[in-house]
């Protein structure tokens, strides 16, 4: 008996115009990168989604307090996840690693450089923002609106894109309740981060209580981490958003 190996079919060839109006555009030269490397990315690394919805009722109402305090130090949820992220990763350092193209070893990383997604005109860039760990929740926050700006208006250089341990994607200030982000090759995970939902859930005694929810999506490498090890990532992050005291 032998085995058959499926051809996969050629990208459809039609002449669209057939069919109705149509306009042409070219695809710019960093988006066929990026989109060579979301292929890339999707085909060789096997993805699993974690979801999981975060109460941030506490956190967002110190968050609000300090804001109002604070005006010309506003402190952002995106920040704090970060801040969040890299004490989870150093909890949990496999999420910090990357294996070989080969998948003969797995490379742990001792630094916490985190990549910020950013939706620019053209499409997608990832900036890297280094050194998380040593760095306040200001000082991300800073880098965080400066590094996002200047990928909106003047790019960024592929040096600024390189070297990160872990991803933050925000859908937040659009909306969504969940996604599958991809991984951005050679990091093992990716934290997706939609807009959160107010939503009733009943306390102690059965009755219902408003809570402001956060909805986290986690896509992992399945062949470096396993479900119970992501499923425990992401209630780190809850437990740190729940115990951070704003100072």
Same mark, same amino acid.
């Given at each position: 008996m032998t085995e058959k190996t499926i051809t996969m079919l050629p990208w459809p060839a039609d002449d669209l115009s057939v069919y109705g109006p149509v306009t042409s555009s070219p695809v710019s030269r960093a988006q066929q990168y990026v %989109?060579? %490397?979301?292929?890339?990315?999707? %085909?060789? =690394?096997?993805?699993?989604?974690?979801?999981?919805?975060?109460? =941030?009722? $506490?956190f967002e109402t110190r968050r609000k307090e300090w804001n109002a305090a604070h005006p010309e130090q506003k402190r952002s949820l995106l920040s704090a996840l970060v801040k969040a992220s890299v004490a989870t990763l150093q909890r949990y350092p496999r999420f910090n690693s990357s294996?070989? $193209?080969?998948?003969?070893t797995l490379i742990s990383k001792q630094y916490f450089h985190i990549g910020i997604a950013v939706d620019v005109p053209n499409g997608l860039l990832v900036p890297v923002i280094r050194d998380c760990d040593t760095q306040s929740i200001d000082q991300v926050g800073g880098q965080i609106a400066s590094i996002s700006e200047k990928a909106k208006t003047k790019g960024l250089s592929l040096a600024e894109m390189s070297g990160g341990c872990f991803t933050l994607s925000s859908l937040g200030h659009i909306g969504g309740t969940s996604f599958s982000p991809i991984i951005n090759a050679p990091e093992v995970a990716i934290l997706g981060i939609c807009r959160s939902q107010d939503r009733f859930l009943p306390d102690a005694e059965g009755k219902p209580v408003l809570r402001q929810l956060l909805p986290l999506s986690l896509s992992y490498d399945h062949r470096v981490i396993n479900g119970a090890d992501a499923a425990r990532f992401l209630r780190s992050i809850a437990d740190w958003l729940a115990e951070y005291k704003f100072e």
């Open positions: %989109a060579r %490397a979301m292929y890339r990315n999707w %085909a060789l =690394i096997p993805h699993v989604t974690h979801n999981d919805d975060v109460d =941030i009722t $506490a294996l070989s $193209a080969d998948g003969t």
